[in-house]
């Protein structure tokens, strides 16, 4: 059984009826690492808004199974809880809420639903400490409210960090790599391979080479005009990255 | 549907019937008879055992109550009030003055204050607590004072902390100079009201130099059906002296409003500081708005002396209807006053509030942060003054009011009054109204957070700053009562 299958999604934002993907198809297994690669527009943050359940979209066509479980029914903390984690193009400000004390929230409000104890204050400090530590995440950020005027590099090393603690089944990032220096981008791809594993899929939405230099896909996808018109290899990025998009966006329509 | 509408739509549903505070005590209690007049008056001051001019004092203000209106000026409605329908004392038969101790205290009272997590059994304070937590508590049961902790401790540093009625009989001298000198007994229809039947409430004097040795706080409880609560407090910090005071309030559950009308006097001597917090929690009423307090509440300090700051905190999450305006008289020069605030409304309950800071002495100086929370079909109002008299120069303020909305069906409103008399006054203002964004939820949400718990972390959020005023203990009390006042978790 596929971890993630999306069979012939349709789309449209709710309040004017703009559709936005029409006819997604996607497998993805567990162990796998997908890219998500398209222009501007095209719909790839509105697809991973819709896998983690966002209100303002409306499916009007098509299903989502998810470890074989129909989640168009489920809420997006219900879907958080069964393994799905969104790392977001654009992170929300929450002010006044400590970096630290959102980070407890929501692995705390995850261990509930798992059934576990709360992790005591001592150990859930030590875990912070060493996975904040890899995503090169000071103390000081994370006295910082959550996001609140983190630099854009913050900002996406902060989701990583969330990604890490909570340990997802399916990892969807979306353009995670952009704003990042070179530097921080080592860093964001280390942590992201570090998650990699048999049980584990990522969806890897972006529009660099760059970032699947470090974290090699096994699947690319050409999304445009919302319907996946190509897939391949690692090779297909490498000729995007030459030759854009001219050849498939005249495809989806 | 939105997930803060979904939100909203929780909140709306909340069972107010699980506020936790809502049992009844069954208590054999004393009591006046129903109504209002002379004869009510009179035995509630020999029940008290007090000395002539005090019943002068109340007798003078009753005649003058008598040919007061009642306020309307206030964003809140509400049936007329039938001031002879009431019980103006009602106290419970083995407790108060004449008792010698704990011991005597009829248990059931004992068992409630357990019930409500309010320490009255010194031993057990000690036992186990870091000494520099300890906290003395004055207990209020409806129109008596129960109890009140480590006052032999406190009296060997100086400071008095006993009921307002045992000051009356103890130190009639001290009260009566100080009794409604910050807020005389014409005050406000309300206040005049209490300076004619106050009940109990609390008594503080901190001598000069001395910093009172440990927190001071007051727990009041209304038990009595149809009874009013009609608390007088009175703290006194003469020059030098320092005290941290924080009264809680909570009320069971009835269908029918029962009126709380306070009066709160602080007044700071040359270089004293007053820190007053409160944490508001009576019965707000139910889901339909039935029940509930009406908590009309004149709240002053005057900063007598050079010098001196008072500074007001409040945590509001109860009571069907607010009307408070906790304020500060900037008297002496340099003088500082503080109001730090955070009221909460949902369902159907209705806030007035705000504060007064009036700039009379040179180079005062105050500071307002008021954070509202609406929600439900609630009406937040925030209502402030700041003024500057002729000589007040460079007299300072600065506002900021912020306005968190949750849902379609609250109102939050904003309505600030500004007088100057002075060219060299500077005051500033600034004013927010936001909402928790359906971005913010959903980031939340996915997360793992569920609904409750992202709104309760959101604003929680908004009204960090001030929560970070009050002492310690009762920080991390008013960050739950924040939490179960806007979730389905109430209790
Ligand atoms: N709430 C909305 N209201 C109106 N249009 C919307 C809304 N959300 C998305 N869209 C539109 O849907 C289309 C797809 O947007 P989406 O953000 O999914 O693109 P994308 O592929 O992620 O683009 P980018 O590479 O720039 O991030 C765009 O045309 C966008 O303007
Ligand atoms: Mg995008």
Sequence with gaps: MALLEIKNLHTRIAEDGTEILRGVDLTVNAGEVHAIMGPNGSGKSTLSYVLAGKENYEVTEGEVLFNGENILEMGPDERAMAGMFLAFQYPIEIPGVATITFLKAALNSQRKARGLDELPTPDFMKLVREKAKQMNITSDMLKRPLNVGFSGGEKKRSEILQMALLEPTLCVLDETDSGLDIDALKVVSNGVNALRSPERAMIVITHYQRLLDHIVPDIVHVLSAGKIVKTGGPDLALELEKNGYADYIGEAA | MPAVQETVDRVREIDVEQYKYGFVTNIESDKAPKGLNEDIIRFISAKKGELEWMLETRLDAYRRWLTMEEPDWARVSYPKIDFN???????????????????????????????????????????????????????????????????????????????????????????????????????????????????????????????????????????????????????????????????????????????????????????????????????????????????????????????????????????????????????????????????????????????????????????????????????????????????????????????????????????????????????????????????????????????????????????????????????????????????????
């Design chain 2, 85 to 491: 329908d009431l019980y103006y004392y009602s106290a419970p038969k083995k407790s108060g003055y004449g008792l010698k101790g704990l011991d005597e205290v009829d248990p059931e009272l004992l068992a409630t204050y357990e019930k409500l997590g309010i320490p009255l059994r010194e031993q057990e304070i000690l036992a186990g607590v870091e000494p520099k937590n300890r906290v003395a508590v004055d207990a209020v049961f409806d129109s008596v004072s129960v109890i009140t902790t480590f006052k032999e401790g406190l009296a060997k540093a100086g400071v008095i902390f006993c009921s307002i009625s045992e000051a009356l009989r103890e130190h009639p001298d001290l009260v009566k100079k100080y009794l409604g000198s910050v807020v005389p007994i014409s005050d406000n229809f309300y206040a005049t009201l209490n300076s004619a039947v106050f009940s109990d409430g609390s008594f503080v004097y901190v001598p000069e130099g001395v910093r009172c040795p440990m927190e001071l706080s007051t727990y009041f409880r209304i038990n009595e059906q149809n009874t009013g609560q009609f608390e007088r407090t009175l703290i006194v910090a003469e020059k030098g002296a320092y005290v941290s005071y924080l009264e809680g309030c909570t009320a069971p559950q009835r269908d029918e409003s029962q009126l709380h009308a306070a009066v709160v006097e602080l007044v700071a001597m040359e270089d004293a500081e007053i820190k007053y917090s409160t944490v508001q929690n009576w019965y707000p009423g139910d889901a339909d708005g039935r029940g509930g307090i009406y908590n009309f509440v004149t709240k002053r300090g005057d900063c007598r002396g050079v010098r001196s700051k008072i500074s007001w905190t409040q945590v509001e999450t109860g009571s069907a209807i607010t009307w408070k305006y906790p304020s500060c008289i900037l008297r002496g020069d340099d003088s500082r006053g503080e109001f730090y605030s955070v009221a909460i409304s949902n369902c159907h309950q209705q806030i007035d509030s705000g504060t007064k800071m009036i700039h009379l002495g040179k180079n005062t100086s105050s500071r307002i942060i008021s954070k509202g929370i609406s929600a439900g079909k609630s009406q937040n109002t925030y209502r402030g003054l700041v003024s500057a008299h002729r000589k007040a120069s460079n007299a300072r303020n600065f506002t900021q009011c912020d306005n968190l909305l949750i849902g379609q069906d609250c109102g939050a409103h904003t309505v600030p009054y500004i007088e100057s008399k002075n060219a060299s006054a500077v005051f500033e203002h600034e004013a927010t109204t936001s909402k928790i964004s359906d971005d913010q939820m959903f980031y939340c949400l996915q997360r793992g957070l569920s609904e409750e718990e992202a709104v309760a972390l959101v604003v929680n959020g908004f009204v960090r700053d001030i929560i970070q005023q009050l002492p310690m203990e009762f920080a991390v009390e008013s960050q739950k009562l924040i939490s179960i006042s806007l979730e389905g978790s109430v209790g």
